[in-house]
């Protein structure tokens, strides 16, 4: 018989871990980010750099995004770790190495990585054969969405302690969903242990993008649609504050791409800079 073949990750997922490696070859230091791991999982053809999306100076603002809001939320776990919290969970994890990455950190926590079953088994294998392993800490939980299976419960299984604060960060995936599954989700999330932090991006509807980066977001629709995975999701800040108060959330606050732009791009002889388009909800419960 031969062996099961198992699938790749989703476009999209290999295509951020590849601007982030774009990031360390390409822009020059000081890097926001550092993680070539997730280009060595990904394992793409040796001209990978001449795909149209691996472009230098046309893909700039959108790595520079990427890396940003990576930079965040690892600064984020990193101020939680310090202050206590031991759980960490990623929902839709995709090629993330944080564990990898950032192993003086990570093993101090239980890192929970959800995703797609297919996902979960290309990552497990990769990183076996890689050599990083999968240590003890570090839960790989496989989740089929599509055939309605509870995450939640998944979670809890996997050794989630829902009486324990944690850090939950959901990035790139929202506006993939329906609204009322957002909802729903924050709604979740709002129920978890006082003292939690959740951070998740949302896409901004095009009329509060900037101009120079309003183009580049239209012409990414028919191409999410082509793929299989549309757009369906649009929030303003306001509308995703509203969302997560009335989910529960005891704070909440909207973290914009300009931010991390002042943030970590301040004064780079390069120029480079985030596109907009993506922000960020940080709320507490």
């Known amino acids: 018989m031969a062996d099961e073949q198992i699938a790749v990750p989703d476009s999209t997922a290999v295509r951020v871990a590849l601007w982030r490696a774009l990031h360390v070859q390409a822009d020059p230091p000081p890097h926001v980010i550092e993680d070539e791991i997730g280009l060595q999982l990904a394992a793409p053809d040796e001209g990978w750099r001449r795909r149209p999306d691996m472009d230098p100076r046309s893909s700039s603002g959108f790595r520079a995004a990427i890396v940003a ?76 969405f599509e055939a309605g299976e509870d995450w939640w419960e998944q979670l809890s299984d996997a050794g989630f302690d829902p009486g324990r604060p944690a850090v939950v960060v959901c990035t790139g995936v929202t506006m993939y969903l329906t609204k009322a599954t957002n909802a729903a989700t924050l709604r979740r999330l709002a129920g978890l242990s006082p003292g ?42 306001e509308e995703m504050l509203a969302l997560a108060r009335s989910a529960g959330f005891k704070h909440a606050r909207h973290v914009s791409g300009t931010v991390l732009a002042d943030s970590y791009f301040a004064d780079r002889a390069d120029g480079l800079r985030p596109s907009s388009g993506e922000d960020l909800l940080v709320a507490t419960t």
């Open 69 to 144: 809001r990576a930079r965040f939320i690892e600064d984020l776990i990193a101020e939680q770790a310090g202050h206590g919290v031991t759980q960490y969970v990623v929902l839709g994890a995709g090629l993330d190495t944080f564990a990898q990455r950032r192993t003086e950190i990570a093993a101090r926590l239980r890192v929970f990585e959800i995703d797609q079953p297919d996902t979960q088994a290309w990552k497990r294998q990769r990183l076996i054969d890689l050599g990083y392993g999968i240590p003890d800490w570090l839960r790989l939980v496989p989740v089929d």
């Open 196 to 237: 939690s932090t959740l951070a998740l991006t949302f896409m901004l509807p095009a009329a509060l993008v900037d101009d120079a980066d309003r183009p580049a977001l239209e012409a990414t629709k028919p191409q999410a649609q082509a793929a299989g995975t549309p757009f369906l999701s649009f929030y303003t800040p």
